[in-house]
């Protein structure tokens, strides 16, 4: 199992990016996207169930942030628009293939802690 971010990339304060999470090898329960910010910690700010269709964000990207994919295609999307210099960060998507739902939390800022597998992270870049 793989996952494979791209997408990532230098855009100037209101601007927008499309951030890929490409898996390959299975179908995951649940796709969640996190940022770490230069010298913080790692944060959830979005999250698939893509059985469900159901999408959860945290409050600071909500209406600005959008997550779109199912089980029937291999990459899961995270559209950013309206991206301030506070997005910058690294970006990373994670697969949860395990029973549970670990989506809701997210609009808390909250995500369980185990997250079976890791993509490589993205780099974004906002400037203001």
């Known amino acids: 199992v793989q996952l494979v971010e791209s997408g990532g990339g230098l855009v100037q304060a209101g601007g927008s990016l499309r951030l890929s999470c490409a898996a390959s090898?299975?179908?995951?329960?649940?796709i969640g996207w996190f940022r770490q910010a230069p010298g913080q910690r790692r944060e959830p700010i979005a999250c698939?169930?893509?059985?469900?269709?159901?999408?959860y964000y945290v409050p600071s990207v909500k209406d600005r942030f959008f997550v779109s994919g199912n089980n029937a295609e291999d990459t899961v999307y995270l559209q950013m628009n309206s991206l301030k210099s506070a997005d910058t960060g690294v970006y990373y998507c994670?697969?949860?293939?395990?029973?549970?739902?670990?989506?809701?939390?997210?609009?808390?800022?909250?995500?369980?802690?185990?997250?079976?597998?890791w993509g490589q992270g993205t780099q974004v870049a906002v400037s203001s």
């Open positions: 994670a697969a949860y293939d395990r029973d549970g739902r670990p989506c809701p939390g997210f609009r808390h800022g909250l995500s369980p802690p185990e997250w079976d597998y």
């Open positions: 090898g299975s179908t995951f329960a649940a």
């Open positions: 698939i169930s893509t059985s469900e269709g159901s999408s």
